[in-house]
């Protein structure tokens, strides 16, 4: 198990008063998974990423990443926000080296990989180019590959897409798809669109209103042999959009 929850609880201490964001939370996520986490806005999910990525410690129960407990962040973690977040000023080359250079692994092997990354997704003569030169598309992989760079085993993406406009993001999520699920990473992507998740997951998990507890799990094996544009045309598309969206019902 690559990621595993049990009993989860979280209660911020705010200075007004305490907030309940995630209670008994349980779930996992095996290795070379692509799960996705739907629910209602402010629910508590990029707290239930904060916790996996050790940033925030729970209130009750374990969180557990590769057989181990979570107490600090870990190497084994790579984090793709909500938005890109490349440094206009770097070049590109700057920029997918950050991660490395901030945790001091700016060796010529992870440069190597680095190199390699960028060519086996079509960026290789972008390298000197600054960030603005580059289409929506080019810099969320660009995104990608700066977390790559460190070579995580799990990526966490907090609604990676939500600033990309529709057409761009139908496009940008498969293409992002397709490179983790070419370098196998385990990954829990959180969306508010419930289209995406059933186009990219393996598995869906539907959060209740906060506190955040889970209220279904949908396993999508029926649509596994399908890229995520052509799982938009089957039929079991519809039937779990409908019923997902009934879950998220904000009058419940
Ligand atoms: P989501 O990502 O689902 O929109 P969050 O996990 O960001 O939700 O937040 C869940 C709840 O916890 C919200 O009510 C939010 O205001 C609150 N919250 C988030 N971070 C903190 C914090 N550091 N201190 C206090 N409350 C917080
Ligand atoms: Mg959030």
Redesign the pocket.
Known sequence: MMIDLRQVALT?Q?PDGE?E?LKDVTLSVEDGEFVSII??????????L?LIAGLETPTAGTVMVDGETVTVPSPKIGFMPQRDQLFPWRSIWGNVTLGLELRRQNTPERQAHVRTLLERYGLDGFAHKQPAQLSGGMRQRCALIRTLATEPKILLL?EPFSALDHQTRLSVSADIHRIIRQEGKTSLL?THDISEAISLSDRIVVLSH?P?TVKSIHDLSVLHRYAPMERRAQPEFQTLFHHIWKELDIND
Request: glycine share 16%.
């Open positions: 911020y705010a907030v964001a629910g209602p806005s402010g629910c508590g999910k990029s707290t239930l904060a907090d959180v906060r955040a």
